[in-house]
């Protein structure tokens, strides 16, 4: 099995190395500090054609495939996992779903300014009563003539306050199955919709730079055709765009990962402590040397879940896997590289101190720990 990136794929990770360390490193400590959204690098990315990578070129996409965003993904959170994620939800959550599952008219109507970063998706699928539980949706869609009435609330949804989000993608129950279970589907409600409120922006421990709302539907009209694929499969829609998703979170989590070995390599080499550089020390050595191990095993892991799902094989199990052992890579190894810093590590002018306040979250968002637990044993047939 060859997990060896193409020449294409190469190119594209060099092209996203440079503008991160270039574009990204220079200007992110103080949006960050400052808890803004990074329009002007959003708009760069969708310039290098960041947010049409896995998207077609009918709809202005680059007509690459999944893993390219993976990559990008990667490069871009070895300096800041808040203009990665920006990007993960864009792609993964906001684009793909009307990609994947949109009509012809969708697509031709929001999908070219989604790939082309110049607007954003969201994807609204946690509510305030829960997120792992994600059949436990509360927010109804009822048709009426020829409209959707929208009611109900979604709880941390990301990308969708911008000044440039354009649509939302929201699950909500739209009737009762035939077993008696709830029918649950997807419809897009595109910003500024009456009745469509979005919440000032939390104020997160990471993630700074992400824009992440709780939304409100009140009697929401939107009209009919604005359902997402088929009636009733919701739940299977965002099933599946969580699967991919996963594996991009993975990819994002090993960037992280690596981010603190690089931060790390650099700052034993220089810092002194009894009058030798702390990199020449055995215990610091061991430290960094399994933060390498950790960055590189889940990456392997990540790669493995991409391949398969390229090949068009199942992947579920490899996706929850990939997710699983990176997230907990990226918190390991934010809490070792902070402490080679030392005190400088609890200092934010430092990018270890955010990677620390970034790396948790990643072990909650597109599915706990506890899910990828889950839903690792049900696919062991438990
Ligand atoms: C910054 C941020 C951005 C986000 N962006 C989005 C977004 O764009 N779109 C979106 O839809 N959602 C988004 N989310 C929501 C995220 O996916 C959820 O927070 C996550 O799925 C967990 O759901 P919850 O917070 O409701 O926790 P809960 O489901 O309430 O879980 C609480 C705890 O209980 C554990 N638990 C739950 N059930 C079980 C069980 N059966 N067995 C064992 N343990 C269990 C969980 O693992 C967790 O530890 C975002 C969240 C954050 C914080």
């Known amino acids: 099995m060859d997990l060896t990136p193409s020449e294409e794929h190469e190119a594209l990770r060099a092209t996203v190395e440079d503008f991160a360390r270039k574009e990204v490193a220079p200007v992110i400590g103080e949006l960050y500090e400052r808890g803004e959204f990074p329009y002007a690098l959003v708009a760069r990315m969708g310039a290098m054609g960041l947010f049409g990578l896995p998207i077609d070129e009918e709809h202005g996409g680059m007509g690459g495939d999944y893993f390219a965003l993976c990559l990008a993904l990667e490069e871009l959170a070895r300096v800041d996992s808040s203009v990665a994620i920006t990007l993960e939800a864009g792609v993964s959550l906001g684009a793909m779903p009307l990609h994947r599952f949109g009509t012809a008219e969708q697509k031709r109507r929001w999908l070219p300014e989604l790939a082309a970063g110049t607007k954003l998706g969201a994807f609204g699928l946690t ?92 009697d929401c009209r939107v009209p009919a055709e604005n359902l ?55 215990a610091i050595q061991f430290k960094i040397a399994d933060m390498e191990v950790r960055a590189h095993t889940a990456r392997l892991a990540y790669y493995a879940a991409a391949a398969k799902m390229l090949r068009g094989e199942p992947f579920k199990k490899e996706a929850a896997i990939a997710k699983l052992v990176a997230s907990n890579a990226a918190m390991d190894n934010a809490r070792d590289a902070t402490q080679v810093f030392g005190g400088y590590g609890f200092m934010n002018e430092y990018p270890v101190g955010r990677f620390y306040r970034d790396a948790k979250i990643l072990e909650i968002g597109e599915g706990t720990s506890e899910v990828q637990r889950m839903l690792i044993a049900r696919q062991l047939g438990l």
């Open 228 to 282: 997402l694929g088929e009636r009733g499969r919701g739940y299977a829609q965002f099933l599946s765009i969580l699967d991919e998703g996963r594996v991009a979170i993975a990819a994002l989590s090993v960037g992280l990962a690596q981010g603190c070995v690089d931060e790390s390599v650099r700052y034993a080499r220089e810092r002194e402590a009894f009058g030798a550089p702390i990199g020449s020390y055995q």
């Open 127 to 218: 509510e305030p009563g829960g997120g792992s539980d994600a059949g436990a949706t509360r927010t109804t869609a009822r048709l009426d003539g020829d409209e959707w009435v929208i009611n109900g609330s979604k709880a941390f949804i990301t990308n969708a306050g911008t000044d440039i989000t354009s649509i939302v993608t929201v699950t909500a129950i739209t009737g009762t199955q035939d077993d008696g279970r709830k029918e649950i589907s997807a419809i897009v409600v595109p910003a500024g919709t009456p009745g469509f409120r979005v919440s000032q922006k939390y104020s997160k421990v990471g993630w700074s730079s992400s824009d992440t709302r709780e939304l409100f539907f009140d």
